[in-house]
């Protein structure tokens, strides 16, 4: 996105806007995939996810992984205190 | 009150930053750096300066945060040289096309290896490409009043881009001599406060966003097209600079060039900084037998003053470019643009180019006598 000011000063300004580059799932080799059974709603993985992916819709809930946007970096799984997400290979 | 000091070249840019009220300073500040930052953290330690002083780890980080401060909407300063310029290269180029009109002190410093602290133009000459506009001071005084005019100019509606204000090494940065320290109601009569038209990355304001993003080729070009056309409009806005701080402070360092002795001239020098004072001193004492010289001191290489220099020199016989630098396997670098411009304006007037000076080796009377007199003699 661009703001012309005049034809001397044209600057290219990136304002923070949902799926800007794409559905980046499809980016993906490994899928993290929550266990509900060990899930203890710490939201430490909500806390982590340097895409935002991971939504929580209230502290009762087990959080949910958007895997539209979800680039499977899985720093979800290292982060998990209590190991309740595993990785599965995407099929091709 | 207006009064005059007797300072060093550092303390006249230092001077120069107080006056125009800088309000954040970034700086590395060890070799090769200046006494220009140690006299400013002093005065902002002291409470003589209201402005926020961050010491970084690098000149690269310097630049950094001299360009967030910008960008932030403050006006902000850094100082730098030789190796530490070269160091700060790559947040140089981003700044420029950033559209922060950040004012930088350049002390010109020979570059390594061999290691060398003295005087030599070519470290600030390499960012010739990098869309700064650049002034070149003569004295100290000039050093000091360029920075102000630097802020007026890069701050200009019409222009946004930064500017640096080089010094050299030694023969300016550390030798004192009479200056005179502007009263501040005046320099606020020149520069009024940093009122940016375009970013301030103030979430009370604004939404947050990022500048420089990835752009695709097509949109890319008309970005850096931006800063040609900036560079450009800055040609009538620094003649104006020059002129308004003519009639408020009395001093005339020239806008783009100055000329002395060009209105009879047979032949002329070009050159930058004190080496054309230099050739004006020595011109005066060859007028004296019968040669007839003139000097044009140019002021600003970027924007470069094409039209006034091809129109002074196809009225004389022959041009000398002496040049405190050197472009290996090239020339030097200022006489490479001069006859670039000549051959631009179709004026054929021969150039004889002059490598002196560099790494801080004396540039005498003598010297410049004798590529004078070698002309003559051809």
Known sequence: MSENLSDHLLLPISKPTKGAGGKTGSWRVFRPVIIEDKCIKCMICWMYCPEAAIEVKSRNEIPRINYDYCKGCLICKEVCPVKAIKSERESE | ?378
């Not at chain 2, 902002?44 to 002083?53: L, P, S």
Request: charged share 25%; aromatic share 10%; proline share 5%.
């Open chain 2, 1 to 378: 009150m207006e009064r005059y000091d007797v300072i060093t070249g550092n303390d006249a840019a230092a001077w120069g930053a107080r006056l125009s009220r800088v309000e954040v300073i970034a700086a590395y500040p060890i070799t090769p750096q200046t006494t220009i930052v140690e006299k400013l953290a002093e005065w902002v330690d002291k409470g003589e300066m209201d402005a926020r002083y961050i010491a970084v780890e690098s000149e690269h980080s310097a630049m950094s945060a001299t360009m967030g401060a910008s960008a932030a909407g403050a006006r902000a300063f850094t100082a730098t040289a030789s190796q530490g310029f070269l160091y700060m290269l790559e947040m140089i180029s981003w700044a420029a096309g950033a559209r922060t009109p950040i004012v930088m002190a350049v002390v010109n410093r020979a570059l390594g290896p061999p290691w060398n602290i003295w005087s030599e133009h070519t470290d600030a000459l390499m960012a010739r490409d990098t869309g700064w506009i650049q002034f070149w001071a003569s004295n100290n005084q000039e050093a000091l009043d360029s920075i102000i005019q630097a802020y007026r100019v890069a701050e200009d509606k019409r222009v946004i881009l930064p500017a640096m204000v080089m010094l050299e090494g030694f023969v300016l940065s550390h030798t004192a001599m009479p200056v005179k320290i502007h009263d501040q109601s005046k320099v606020d009569q020149y520069l009024p406060p940093y009122n940016p038209p375009h970013y301030v990355l103030n979430p009370k304001l604004s939404e947050p966003f990022a500048y420089g993003n990835i752009l695709f080729p097509w949109d890319y070009v008309k970005v850096r097209l931006a800063i040609q056309k900036a560079m450009e409009n800055s040609v009538d806005v620094i003649k104006q600079a020059a002129r308004e701080f003519q009639e408020i402070f009395g001093i005339w360092h020239g806008d783009l060039i100055k000329e002395a002795y060009t209105d009879d001239a047979e032949v002329l020098i070009f050159a930058l900084g004190t080496v054309a004072e230099q050739a004006e001193a020595t011109a005066e004492l060859l007028r004296k037998d019968g040669y007839k010289v003139g000097v044009v001191k140019v002021r600003v290489t970027r924007p470069f003053p094409k039209p006034e220099i091809a129109k002074l020199a196809s009225k004389v016989s022959h041009v000398i470019v002496i040049d405190r630098d050197i472009s290996f396997g090239w020339d030097g670098i200022l006489a490479g643009e001069i006859k670039a411009t000549l051959h631009d304006y179709k004026v054929d007037t021969p150039v004889t180019t002059k490598i002196m000076g560099i790494g801080g080796d004396d540039i005498l009377p003598e010297h410049i006598e004798k590529a004078v007199k070698e002309v003559y003699n051809k």
